[in-house]
């Protein structure tokens, strides 16, 4: 019997609901818009290679970001203040190669778009034409209005980031939480002016969880909230953290959906094991004359 459910009843198939949805060939701007609008939430990770983005991309996660935050978690710097755009731009060619579906977003990194809207133009056109990547990303509120205006218009869409913004960390005294009491106003005139300058969405860092809803209620576009509640339209976490393969103490806003650093400890050992006793390699590993 066909009970014939409208497609808006119909149960999703997919894990991870409609925005896993592989119909949708290749994720656009438009889609995350839509999804908006129609109360659907995504989850957002990072890749920075060709593994991680296979995976990601296969299990439909809708938006992968080439982080400015492989300066710690690839090229193991203490910051994100380091990494440059030569070393993430080959990173950035392998995540757009790797995901066919999802949207691949290049980080601008620090010190590549802050000093005119040109250079911010001509960092995000070489992430475009270089690595293939359909966004870019860069952190900043009001401030970086111009910038966003700019390359907006000049064809390149702009993910914004405010709140506790990495690469300032220095300027604003450490990693702290951004937007509370009075400061909760200038965070909502911040996320007024990227959107009002063109951006398709903006990430809300550590910023408290009632002030990172409202403003997602106010803005048309999506919110992407890390450390910022559950009030946002879509979340963002660093793929070493939601995997278990970070070093140290991961940040109070992570959840930890594996033990990549055990499964990875275990099988290295075995192997070692295997190669010392002499188990591996058996014949069916080996070749014939
Ligand atoms: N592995 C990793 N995960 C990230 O989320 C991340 C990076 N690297 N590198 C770039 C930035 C830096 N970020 C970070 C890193 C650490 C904290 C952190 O230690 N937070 C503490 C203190 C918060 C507070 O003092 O209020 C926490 O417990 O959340 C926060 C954001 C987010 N980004
Ligand atoms: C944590 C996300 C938002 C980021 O900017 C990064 O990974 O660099
Ligand atoms: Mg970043």
């Known amino acids: ?44 990770l990072t890749a920075y290679d060709q593994g991680a983005a296979s995976v990601f991309d296969e ?26 755009v030569d070393e993430l731009i080959p990173l950035a060619r392998a995540v757009a190669r790797s995901a066919p579906r999802a949207l691949v977003v290049g980080d601008l990194p ?7 809207p040109e250079q911010a133009y001509d960092t995000a056109v070489r992430f475009l034409k270089e690595a293939g990547v359909q966004a870019v990303k860069l952190e900043g509120g009001a401030e970086m209005a111009p910038q966003i205006s700019k390359l907006t218009e000049g064809g390149v869409p702009v993910m914004a980031h405010i ?10 005294g450490g990693y702290r939480v951004q937007g509370r009491g009075e400061a909760a106003e200038r965070l909502l005139a911040d996320a007024h002016a990227v959107q009002e300058a063109g951006a398709f969405s903006v990430v809300m860092e550590m910023v408290p969880a009632p002030i990172a809803q409202q403003v997602t209620a106010e803005l048309t576009i999506p919110t ?11 979340q963002v976490l660093v793929w070493q953290d939601a995997m278990g ?39 069916e590993h080996s070749f014939d004359s």
């Open 1 to 44: 019997m066909n009970t014939a459910l409208t497609p808006a009843e119909e149960p999703s198939p997919y894990g991870g609901g409609p925005t896993t949805d592989p119909s949708v060939k290749k994720v656009r701007t438009h889609h995350l818009q839509k999804w908006k609008a129609e109360g659907h939430r995504w989850a957002m």
């Open 59 to 84: 299990a439909g996660i809708p938006v992968l970001l080439v982080g400015d935050s492989a300066s710690n978690n690839v090229f193991a710097n203490p910051t994100s203040l380091p990494v440059t």
């Open 110 to 116: 620090f010190g590549s778009f802050q000093r005119s």
């Open 163 to 172: 709140g506790f913004t990495p690469q300032s960390e220095h300027a604003l």
């Open 224 to 234: 992407i909230g890390i450390g910022a509640g559950a009030g946002c339209d879509a």
């Open 245 to 283: 393969l970070n070093t140290g103490r991961a940040p109070r806003f992570v959840k930890k959906y594996a033990d990549l650093h055990g499964v990875m400890l275990e099988a290295a050992r075995e192997y070692a094991d295997d190669v010392a006793s002499g188990t591996f390699p058996a014949a």
